[in-house]
């Protein structure tokens, strides 16, 4: 069994994601060009936010801070339990990471402690979306307007997610997200995309992503090189159209574990006005290495994410957090164990992993 059945889904749309490569090769636009364009035109379509195609869900962050004029000196406040990226990017570009315990209910930002962690140098809040759900991003944004910070949802694992009927890189002034291979919408390389609500901070973010360009050598800011590449572009242009087809099939899958599941362990809880898109189904377990043993060993794939929170990891030491600070995201980080997911995940899979886990 595959953790995440990328073959099924090759299998599925081959002939056209073939074809849709071959045309890159033959009219070898192999940077920007139309096939970028035009994922950038169906991203934004899909989200109702302004789309910028970048190289990578972590490029995505630090250009999106770096629009949002985050500097040395400023604080942004994110989430322990999240994949160290969110966290590595606001240190990259010289802010500091400041920590909000997340909610027992769905591992997102703890909306009720993040008030009291604003300071005068708060620049930016971060909330991760995380395992695919959004966080609860009214009451976010309501605190970062009171305040005058710029809310960034990383939506690397929510792409697709709603919230209150929007969808999800569109919750916030500013959004990124992730194409890596695993993640719910995800290309055949390394792959990603910042959102702007606004077009002027769009054209900034476009120009940023893409050396400081304002047109062909000449440099309005000091930008990267983190474009998308139009191989990437094309498959991406494909698979989306299949997108909300694969959304209901992870719906299902996760509902059909939820059903086997329900009664032993404790499943993931989708709250009201939100959907997730099942970047993981992740359940709780006390037991969890002897439960992941007893998986591996009946040919079960699983996964943690994540098994150490952020401010105990060896790289922010320099924060001065200890155990203890944040006792919720290091509940979970101890007992969280993700299931095979993906559109494509039989039925008979689910049972089979749902019996090894409860007998
Ligand atoms: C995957 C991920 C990223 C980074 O995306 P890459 O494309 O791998 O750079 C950032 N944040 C979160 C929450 C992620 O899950």
Redesign the pocket.
């Known amino acids: 069994m595959q953790f995440c059945n990328l073959k099924a889904q090759y299998q599925k749309y081959q002939l056209e994601i073939d074809s849709a490569i071959q045309n890159v090769i033959n009219n070898t636009a192999f940077i920007g060009g139309p096939e970028v364009s035009q994922l950038e035109k169906n991203l934004s379509k899909y989200t109702g936010s302004n789309a910028i195609a970048c190289a990578?869900?972590?490029?995505?962050?630090y250009i999106a801070m770096q629009a949002a004029g985050v500097q040395p000196g400023d604080e942004v406040i994110t989430t322990p339990f999240?994949?160290i990226?969110?966290v590595e990017m606001i240190a990259q570009v010289g802010a500091k990471p400041v920590f909000v315990d997340i909610c027992d209910e769905d591992f997102n930002l703890d909306v009720s402690q993040l008030e009291e962690k604003i300071t005068d140098k708060t620049k930016a809040i971060i909330p991760?979306s995380?395992y695919g759900q959004p966080s609860d991003m009214i009451a976010i944004n309501e605190i970062a307007r009171k305040y005058s910070i710029i809310v960034i949802e990383?939506a690397?694992?929510s792409f697709g997610a709603t919230y209150h009927g929007k969808k999800s890189c569109n919750l916030s002034r500013i959004a990124?997200t992730?194409?890596?291979p695993a993640?719910p919408l995800g290309c055949y390389g390394?792959?990603?995309a910042i959102f702007a609500q606004d077009e002027e901070l769009a054209a900034k973010i476009k120009s940023i992503s893409n050396h400081g360009q304002s047109k062909r050598y000449h440099h309005k800011y000091i930008g990267v090189n983190s474009r998308l590449d139009a191989i990437q572009a094309a498959i991406l242009n494909v698979k989306l159209k299949y997108y909300d087809e694969e959304l209901i099939m992870r719906q299902q899958a996760a509902e059909r574990y939820t059903d086997l599941l329900a009664e032993n362990v404790r499943v993931p809880n989708v709250v009201e006005n939100r959907t997730s898109v099942w970047?993981q189904y992740t359940i709780r377990v006390e037991n969890r290495d002897s439960l992941q043993q007893k998986l591996k060993d009946a040919g079960v794939p699983t996964a943690v994410h994540y098994p150490m929170p952020l401010h105990l990891q060896e790289a922010f030491e320099y924060l001065g957090y200890s155990r203890g600070d944040f006792p919720v995201a290091e509940k979970a980080s101890s007992e969280v164990m993700s299931l095979p997911m993906s559109a494509f995940i039989l039925n008979d899979e689910i049972e089979l992993v749902s019996k090894v886990i409860a007998p």
């Open positions: 990578n869900g972590t490029d995505a962050l999240t994949f990226a969110t991760v995380l990383d690397a694992q990124t992730s194409f890596f993640k390394d792959g990603g970047a």
